[in-house]
């Protein structure tokens, strides 16, 4: 009969939590700051949409209020922050910024910057100019997604979506203002939205640009839609094969059938 030693008979359930260490404590407080920045970047990214999309229903078209543009810096300011903060954590931070110089740029606030020196742009670069602090979105968009995905394929998939949907309103919205006053058939906005939607689908509507930002606009969704349609496609196709392959996996498995 084995004789047990005081240490055995504590069991392991007794032995105290092992305190993490302060690397650990570090990495889990930086990947907390940095969820919380993306979040930041997502919420301010809509609310710019939502400004823009006022501002267009408003027909203050491409006026740039200084309202919007105060509003517009302050948000690039946060955008620059969490861009900051991640090279910061970065381990190689030349690589980080090389790799990431794309968002650095989109980052900035351009119209602002243009105000402050003032330089003086046409309404049509003013207004897409609008645009371009939401990119930065986008990427926060990704990471949001594949928090509450576990799968990437699907959170690839939803990442596309939300670009499709984001840039045939964009475009609808770009659309609107360039062809509204010009184009006797965009009488109002939904004409615009109905152009984005056949235009993506490469179908085509009974609306014609007439304005060049019009047709380059014509051209882009398009595009657009050619790209991300196949991966739709591709997306049901690996769902239907995951599918087969496990009901393949359960009938194959000799004890599947027994009761």
């Known amino acids: 009969m084995a004789n047990n030693s005081p240490s055995d008979t504590a069991g392991s359930g007794n032995k105290p939590a092992k305190m993490p260490s302060p690397q650990q404590a570090y990495a889990f ?75 650095f740029f989109i980052s900035l606030p351009y119209l602002p910057i243009m105000k402050y020196f003032d330089m003086h742009i046409g309404h049509v670069a003013g207004y897409v100019l609008r645009f371009v602090p939401f990119l930065r979105g986008g990427y926060a968009l990704a990471l949001v997604v594949g928090w509450f995905t576990s799968n990437r394929a699907t959170s690839l998939f939803v990442t596309y979506l939300a670009t499709l949907i984001s840039g045939i309103y964009f475009s609808s919205l770009i659309f609107y203002v360039f062809e509204h006053g010009q184009n006797p058939l965009v009488v109002k906005y939904t004409d615009a939205l109905w152009w984005a939607l056949m235009d993506c689908t490469t179908v085509g509507s009974n609306i014609v640009a007439v304005t060049p930002v019009g047709r380059v606009l014509s051209v882009l969704v398009a595009a657009l839609g050619m790209m991300m349609f196949p991966i739709f496609t591709v997306y049901i196709t690996s769902l239907i094969t995951r599918y087969h392959s496990a009901s393949h996996d359960d009938s194959s498995d000799p004890g599947a059938n027994l009761v």
């Open 29 to 103: 407080t930086t990947q907390n700051v940095l969820n919380f920045l993306h979040i930041i970047v997502l919420v301010l990214s809509v609310i710019l949409i939502l400004t823009i999309s006022v501002d267009t229903f408003k027909n203050i078209r491409y006026n740039n209020e200084p309202d919007f543009v105060k509003f517009e810096f302050w948000i690039c300011v946060v955008f620059l922050v969490d861009f900051f903060f991640e090279m910061a954590v970065a381990q190689n931070k030349g690589r980080f910024f090389m790799r990431n110089i794309l968002f």
